[in-house]
């Protein structure tokens, strides 16, 4: 099973090191960043870089696509090599994925109308724009494209599909061996939503 995972500048690195690392142990998976040419791409904070080792053009028809969310979100939604490659990979791919406002690039896309997606708690009332229904869920699933929640929610998901994809011992196996065991040490606390978004923006 080959997954891609498209980069782009200012991408949130854990949604997508998150995924990466839950099916990058799985056996007989393989995961590859892309991004328009092979390189180094810098995430939100612009002081990681992750190398995409292909282009899009070496990686069409992926098994799996996981689009990353981020602050680099809104750029990207015009961002037409992206948009078209996605269009192209989602014809062949087993499954489609987005975690935090990565949905909003497959909606930009085309990828989500008449469905059910999530996103972000910040950003998700956006996706209407794309003419699907927000669910404030963890993970959602429409057909073969499954949308996470705000960033952490990517390790949820890759965990979820790829259970179905193999089985769930194969996932529960995954998660032992990263130790995937959330137990933080704060409930959410509304109150302080402003200030969350002033980091993330």
Do not use: N
Request: aromatic share 6%.
């Amino acid at each position: 099973m080959h997954v891609a995972i498209p980069l782009y500048p200012r991408f949130t690195a854990l949604d997508a090191v998150g995924p990466y690392t839950v099916l990058a142990f799985a056996p007989g998976w393989r995961v590859t960043f892309v991004a328009p040419e092979a390189g180094p791409v810098l995430d939100d904070q612009g002081t990681l870089s992750i190398t995409a080792t292909a282009s899009y053009a070496d990686l069409p028809t992926p098994d799996v696509i996981i689009v990353p969310g981020g602050p680099g979100t809104m750029e990207a939604l015009s961002d037409e090599p992206l948009l078209s490659w996605l269009r192209t990979a989602h014809e062949h791919s087993r499954w489609t994925t987005s975690v935090c406002s990565g949905s909003l690039i497959l909606g930009a896309a085309g990828l989500l109308e008449g469905g059910r997606a999530t996103s972000h708690w910040g950003i998700i009332d956006a996706l209407r724009t794309y003419g699907c229904e927000p669910v404030r869920e963890r993970v959602v699933t429409t057909g073969k494209v499954i949308t996470a929640a705000g960033v952490s929610a990517g390790i949820d998901m890759a965990l979820a599909f790829l259970a179905e994809a193999t089985d769930e011992e194969t996932a529960k196996t995954v998660q032992l061996a990263i130790e995937y065991d959330p137990q933080p040490p704060f409930a959410m606390d509304p109150s302080l939503a402003e200030k969350a978004m002033a980091l993330i923006v």
